[in-house]
């Protein structure tokens, strides 16, 4: 076989490109930055493909892309506009029914329709480390172009409902065993070469190549109870997902259908589905998630400080799992306590979270291990000398910060990055304490931090751009979602927090209770309400905080003063039973919530799942539009990605602002007037900013609601 390579005319404006090796066609595609399946791809390749197939002198066709990967699925940002010829099904109708055979040659991420295309070709391959699957349910949407009914027929049905449902990736060795692919070749300069001799193999060999559509023995074979068994318990883990309702029953249509009949049932639910509010939501939180990963992006690159080693300060919860979030993306850490039984206490609770995992599953005891021994403690500030970026995460209260940077200052290396892990104060003044204040900046990881992917980057008034452009890609490296903030009180997730919790004890008062708003909220779509994840938290943090400030609340205080303070003691909103977890409801907290009611001679009554909603989500929403008013972040969808990622506010409905906009922010301001009427609180006053965004001119409020005072 002759390994010269001659350049067949480049098609469709550089789009496609084809060089014949032997007999073979290699078409290659290049459509940066993924290789999305977009118009342009879908018409250049389906007319090389044409002309492929009625060429005589062509035995057979390997598909492949260039660039960092494989196609990597549908053109995201296409959907929800007009259908544009040739489709995604058609362009794998043509290739599965195309008369020579079609190699697929995979690597990078093929994902969606990537791999759908790949399953419609009569052979693939992959180099060792690329990682396929169908992740469209992270979109509301199911696999569109047959994935649904291909996939089972390549692993099994059972296999296929997990990886579609879940949106996992498979590589390509789980990939081989599995059956969806026939080999792995090198990703070196063997590659193209490897394809062809594995396709000249194929053709030599005297079993007949099958399309996929005609190799039902994994269908037929399956266990339908098992399926069954799967489906239920997937089910009962969707929450409120459309997309996952829809997905079990594409595959379980796979099982029972014929392929074309399963092809029609999957195409009906992908097109009800790509029309949908959830869908809309998804895709907006995909393209929201990378527009916040941008934030210092415009730095040069030689600007950007290198991280490798990694200083924390404070092994408590937040000390520690910053710890490991950081160990767990393969960063040596030093953890630096003030004496060595606090650093003991740290690091034996970090020991237990792996032991946790390990024990779980999810993590091998040789990874656990190989973790544990990136973080190394230290009794004292002066092991962090040499570390590129240190992080404080010791008790919140500014006059310890502001003495632990002003350590810090004098330890750390002059280039070196200061970061604090403050949760609302002003970072500013934290940076004054240093006489480095453009290398000092906030980094507020959530609890747990080694679990939970938002990180707020809290930008200073003095922190360089260059070191925001580092942070960004230090929280990739991190597998976190970095959204840049300014400096606010609690910044914008619990500035807005503060604004939610502002109206709930209100509603305990006048009739609610701890359980029916917890279950407004889950019904809602988060994965647990508030006073269960007060339970959890620990009572004692936010009474802590209201000491510190002067302040008190009704109902919490008094929990907390009779040693209520969540699951931690065995009782709070709610009460537990020894070793449980389970929110039990307590007549002492609902005998204590009435006597306050009637201490203020409030009349409790009936409220509504929909009343805790607006209450809660409105004022929300309104903090929201005035910390855009105020250019704390750029984006509203900065505000969504903080809210999905850092609190569980529900993936399908796009975070709170796009959420609010779905609702139409003059409802919102309207639902806000009304309750600022029946209960006279401020926190119900609309915003200037929230007003404006609706698009309210004056005229149209209410003339005895003066504007001026909206800035309560
Ligand atoms: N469509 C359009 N743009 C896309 C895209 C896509 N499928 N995937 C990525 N981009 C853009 C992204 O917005 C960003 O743009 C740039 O590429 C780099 O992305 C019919 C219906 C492939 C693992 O769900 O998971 O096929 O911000 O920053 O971190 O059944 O992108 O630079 O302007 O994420 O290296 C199914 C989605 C679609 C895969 C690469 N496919 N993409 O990660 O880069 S639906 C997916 C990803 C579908 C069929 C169904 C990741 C990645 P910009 P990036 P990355």
């Known amino acids: 076989m002759s390994t010269e390579a001659r350049l067949v005319d480049g098609r469709e404006d550089g789009v496609v490109e084809t060089t014949m090796l032997g007999q073979f066609a290699i078409v290659s595609v290049n459509n940066p930055p993924v290789n999305a399946l977009g118009q342009s791809v879908r018409a250049a390749l389906s007319t090389t493909l044409g002309e492929l197939d009625a060429d005589e002198a062509v035995a057979g066709i390997i598909l492949t892309c260039a660039g960092r990967t494989f196609f990597a699925g549908a053109d995201i940002a296409e959907f929800g506009l007009p259908a544009l010829a040739p489709s995604l099904r058609d362009l794998l109708a043509q290739i599965e029914n195309s008369a020579k055979p079609v190699l697929a040659a995979m690597h990078g991420t093929p ?28 979109l509301g949407l199911i696999p569109g172009a047959g994935g649904t009914v291909r996939l089972p027929y390549l692993i099994g049905p059972e296999a296929a409902l997990r990886m579609i449902v879940q949106g996992t990736t498979m590589d390509a060795d789980e990939a081989l065993e599995a059956g969806l692919i026939d080999g792995i070749v090198s990703s070196g300069a063997g590659f193209l070469s490897e394809a062809v ?106 600007l950007r400080t290198e991280i490798r080693s990694v200083g924390v300060v404070g092994a408590g919860t937040m000390g520690g799992g910053i710890a490991m979030a950081f160990a767990n993306a393969g960063f040596p850490v030093v953890l630096a306590e003030v004496n060595a039984e606090a650093l003991e206490r740290g690091h034996a609770n970090i020991a237990r979270n792996y032991a946790t995992s390990v024990s779980r599953g999810s993590l091998s005891a040789e990874e656990a291990q ?73 980094l507020h990881f959530f609890s747990p931090a080694n679990v939970m992917k938002l990180v707020e980057v809290v930008r200073a008034d003095k922190t360089d751009p260059a070191i925001l452009a580092a942070i960004s890609e230090l929280a990739r490296r991190l597998d976190k979602v970095p959204v840049v903030v300014g400096v606010c009180h609690g910044f914008v997730g619990n500035r807005m927090l503060e604004a939610r919790s502002a109206g709930m004890m209100d509603l305990l008062l006048e009739g609610a209770t701890p359980e029916q708003v917890d279950r407004a909220f889950t019904d809602f779509g988060w994965p647990m309400g508030p006073f269960q994840m007060q339970d959890l938290a620990g009572l004692d943090i936010s009474w802590r905080k209201r000491k510190s400030r002067g302040e008190s609340l009704i109902i919490a205080d008094d929990l907390c003063e009779r040693g209520r303070l969540g699951q ?145």
């Open 370 to 442: 190989r973790r544990l021994a990136l973080i190394q403690g230290a009794p004292n500030l002066a092991s962090l000398a040499h570390c590129d970026l240190i992080v404080e995460a010791v008790f919140e209260d500014m006059a310890i910060k502001k003495a632990v940077f002003a350590q810090l200052d004098g330890i750390a290396r002059p280039d070196a990055i200061l970061t604090t892990n403050t949760s609302y104060l002003d970072v500013n003044e934290i940076a004054t304490a240093t006489t480095r204040p453009a290398n000092v900046l906030g």
């Open 197 to 302: 001799t594995f396709i000249q193999t194929r053709l030599l060999a005297p079993t007949r190549i099958v399309p996929v559509r005609g190799r039902r023995q994994k269908i037929e074979q399956a266990d339908r109870s098992a399926f069954e068994t799967a489906a239920i318990a997937l089910a009962t883990r969707s929450k409120g997902s459309e997309a996952i309702a829809a997905a079990i029953g594409a595959v379980r249509n796979a099982l029972f259908l014929s392929f074309e009949e399963a092809l029609a049932t999957e195409r009906a639910a992908f097109d009800a589905l790509v029309a949908s509010e959830q869908s809309a939501a998804q895709r907006h939180i995909f393209f929201a998630e990378r527009a916040a990963r941008k934030a210092g992006s415009g730095v040069a690159p030689a």
């Open 111 to 138: 994902l969606g329709g990537g791999l759908e295309l790949a399953m419609a070709c009569h052979l693939r391959l992959a180099t060792l480390d690329t990682k396929m699957g169908l992740p469209e349910v992270k």
């Open 568 to 712: 931690k003691t065995g009782k709070g909103y709610y009460r537990y039973e020894d070793g449980s977890r389970k929110p039990l409801s307590d007549d002492v907290v609902l005998d204590l919530i009435a006597s306050a009611s009637q201490a203020r001679n409030i009349v409790r009554r009936e409220i509504s799942a929909e009343e805790i909603i607006e209450r809660t989500h409105y004022p929300m929403i309104n903090e929201g539009h005035r910390i855009l008013g105020e250019a704390i972040v750029p984006r509203s969808s900065d505000i969504d990605i903080v809210w999905v990622y850092g609190y569980g506010f529900p993936q399908y409905k796009g975070g709170p602002m796009f959420w609010a906009e779905r609702q139409g922010l003059d409802h919102v301001v309207a639902r806000l007037e009304h309750w600022r009427a029946v209960t006279g609180q401020p926190a119900y006053l609309p915003s200037a900013e929230l007003v404006q965004a609706a698009g309210l001119a004056e005229a149209e409020r209410r003339p005895d609601k003066a504007v001026a005072q909206v800035h309560s």
